[in-house]
């Protein structure tokens, strides 16, 4: 199913030499990270998962260390096919990356103890990596590395954002105290706490939307990437601030290709000069369209609004009733005034007594037009009293279901069906309401993660096996918007798709599937059966994994942008040790395909915020000014770049490697 597997590449008596680096896991992010730091960054990488088969898919034959040799000589044969093909041609991202690089080293441990971490070499090490999918083993493991060597960069993986937070400020003097008399600034000790979920989120949510835009968040301004179709005959469309890809030229062919590394001339192209740009007729583009200020950091909004209004508490019908016997009154009251010719105030207050059987009857002398008025009144207090009691039991029912999951309403429409309330799947819930996307969510089990927090955003929630017949139905999928199928398990992301293009053929749908190949023939295949209805496959480890080695390197990206199935990565330099900016205009710093600068930081290097991608505080009044940003985003093309300048750059993943390659082999004894 998976191929020839090679031989494993790991060397048991070979201790690994210094400089290395370590990754811990026990899924595919650990798998995906090995294979970015070995065939796009050429680190040497020691790779350590537990014994037996992937406890997320028990159904694969192969154990854990079996499907990171199967995943490496893929890549392996990959890189040769690509550097066959390419030859030696210019580009920095065309050469071989990996000359010299021994085989990932692999080894097997139920848990990263010390010993376990001695062997791997953690005290030689430059960067360690823990992407267990339990938090508390990747805390338990990093308090162990730091105290084995002080100087290790650590990149953690935590699901909660709120422990990230104290947990890197406390390793980060950890590293301090261990070392007395070093400057604290000048140790390369830093700790970056990440999350896949919120990594991969972001994209997974942009699926949804029907612009396909990206956002990237530098400084509290908002990038939009937006993916634009191609322009008609006559038609010149905005170039933006620049053409940030080329989307593949089969993209509106069906049987075409399906945007991955390996589609060669009709994949997209990343990051493409102006010439490529004008010669590429018919194809789609990704362009860096607008920039904008964005708003605080604000809770994600709830479905329906906040507290008891009556659309909550009261049905429609209830309401519409209630509002057709006061017609009634006021009419009543309108008649009495004419015939009568008594004040408002009286008429009114006799109009009430009359519909509450409080008044007497009318006298015989009096006019028969008064008598007719009491008449209608006794008969519209009849209706109110079934209105009142329809009341108070409809109110106690909402005060009884208010902790209850919401159900769909009946006129939902134009939603997105959400599958899957895992880590994931809670991410994107909670980005898509910060967008304001009304969501239908379906989980099979009742005690899961997200269950608390869809609950609390009155999230109309449907539990039950989306695999079963009428659970998609139940979750309005015939007037829905677009279907996120984020499970865990591939074939029943598949069999939801299916099922749902089906009952909706031009229904939008992304996949969340790990496998590459069983991903290629799933996106080829929905496209030739449904050509009018767009169609995404995703793979979070893929679209974590470029964030955390990252990270590894020293640096932290600002976010990832998936343009078809590659990626394209956002992030914050310092000019200074980088040969191919430092002393070059931003026109001669562009490299096609590799990296392009966006912007500058002219902030004074003293006054800088450490991490750009840091949204601003919230304010709950909504009083304070946010704070000025130092980003210039209109840079002339004749700019000289300086040492002390920081730029914000979009670059693919291996033009983002050569560029910390060249920093990190310029820095003394590495």
């Given amino acids: 199913m998976l191929g020839f597997v090679p031989p494993l590449p790991q060397q048991p008596g070979r201790p690994p030499s210094a400089g290395h680096m370590i990754v811990c896991g026990d899924d595919a992010l650990a798998r995906r990270l090995a294979v970015e730091l070995r065939f796009v960054y050429g680190e040497r990488v020691t790779l350590l998962l537990p014994p037996g088969r992937d406890a997320n ?135 970056t706490v990440l999350s896949d979920a919120d990594t991969a989120a972001p ?77 590429a007729a018919g194809r789609g583009t990704v362009v860096l369209e607008t920039v904008s200020r964005a708003g605080p950091d604000r809770p994600a909004t709830r479905m329906g609004g906040r507290g008891a209004p009556l659309a909550q508490v009261f049905s429609r019908r209830l309401r519409w009733s209630a509002l057709g016997v006061a017609a009634a009154v006021v ?7 004419l015939t009568t010719n008594d004040s408002l105030l009286h008429s009114a207050y006799l109009t009430l007594l009359d519909l509450l059987g409080m008044n007497d009857p009318a006298a015989e002398d009096a006019p028969p037009a008064r008598q007719i008025i ?151 295949t929905l496209r030739t059966a449904h050509p009018g209805a767009l169609t995404r496959s995703r793979s979070v480890s893929h679209l974590a994994a470029p964030s955390f080695a990252v990270a590894m390197m020293g640096r932290q990206i600002l976010g990832a942008v998936p343009v078809e199935r590659k990626v394209m990565l956002f992030a914050a330099l310092e000019v200074a040790g980088h040969p191919q900016l430092e002393g070059h205009t931003v026109e001669q710093a562009f490299r096609a395909g590799a990296w392009r600068v966006l912007a500058i930081d002219a902030t004074p290097p003293a006054d800088r915020n450490p991490d750009l991608a840091a949204p601003p505080p919230y304010d709950p009044e909504g009083d304070a000014a946010p704070p000025p940003s130092g980003l210039v985003w209109d840079l002339h093309p004749g700019y000289v770049l300086r040492a002390q300048d920081r730029v914000v750059i979009a670059a693919t993943r291996r033009g983002l490697a050569e560029l910390l390659r060249r920093q990190r082999s310029m820095v003394p004894g590495r």
Wanted: hydrophobic share 45%; charged share 20%.
């Fill in 57 to 191: 898919s028990p159904e694969t034959p192969l154990t854990q260390r079996g499907r990171a040799a199967a995943l490496f000589g893929r890549m392996s044969a990959a890189m040769n096919r690509t550097a066959n093909g390419n030859g030696t041609g210019g580009g920095g991202s065309s050469g071989d990356t990996n000359a010299g690089v021994e085989a990932v080293r692999i080894m097997e441990a139920p848990e990263p103890s010390d010993d376990i971490l001695e062997e791997a070499g953690v005290d030689r090490a430059a960067a360690l990596a823990l992407v267990y999918d339990d938090d508390e083993r990747n805390i338990r493991a990093a308090l162990t590395a730091r105290r084995l060597n002080p100087r290790l960069r650590l990149v953690i993986r935590l699901y909660n954002r709120k422990l990230g937070l104290h947990l890197e400020e406390l390793l980060d003097q950890a590293a301090a105290v261990a070392m007395p008399g070093i400057d604290p600034a000048s140790l390369d000790a830093s700790t």
């Fill in 331 to 337: 009419a009543l009251v309108i008649a009495s005034i």
């Fill in 374 to 524: 009491q008449l209608l009144s006794g008969v519209a207090g009849l209706l109110l009293l079934p209105l009142l009691i329809a009341a108070v039991l409809e109110a106690f029912g909402t005060l009884r279901t208010a902790t209850s999951l919401r159900r769909p309403p009946r006129g939902l429409s134009g939603h997105v069906v959400l599958l899957g309330l895992g880590k994931i799947g809670t991410r994107v819930l909670v980005r898509l309401r910060e967008l304001d996307i009304p969501v239908v969510v379906v989980e099979e089990d009742p005690d899961a993660r997200g269950i608390p927090l869809a609950r609390s955003m009155h999230v109309p929630t449907v539990i039950g096996d989306v695999t079963q017949e009428g659970v998609l139905e139940a979750a309005k999928i015939r007037r829905a918007h677009a279907l996120l199928a984020l499970t865990s398990i591939d074939t029943t992301n598949l069999e939801a798709a299916l099922y749902a293009r089906s009952v909706k053929p031009d229904l939008r749908v992304a996949l969340r599937l790990y496998d590459d190949e069983f991903a290629t023939a799933v996106y080829r």
């Fill in 203 to 279: 994209a997974l949510a942009a699926t949804a939307l029907t612009g396909s835009s990206k956002i990237i968040q530098a400084e509290g301004l908002l990038l939009r990437a937006a993916e634009r179709p191609p322009p008609r005959p006559g038609e010149t469309l905005d170039p933006g601030l620049c053409t940030l890809a080329l989307l593949s030229s089969t993209t509106n062919n069906p049987a075409g290709s399906e945007g991955s590394d390996s589609s060669g001339d009709e994949a997209p192209q990343l990051l493409p000069d102006e010439q490529t740009v004008a010669d």
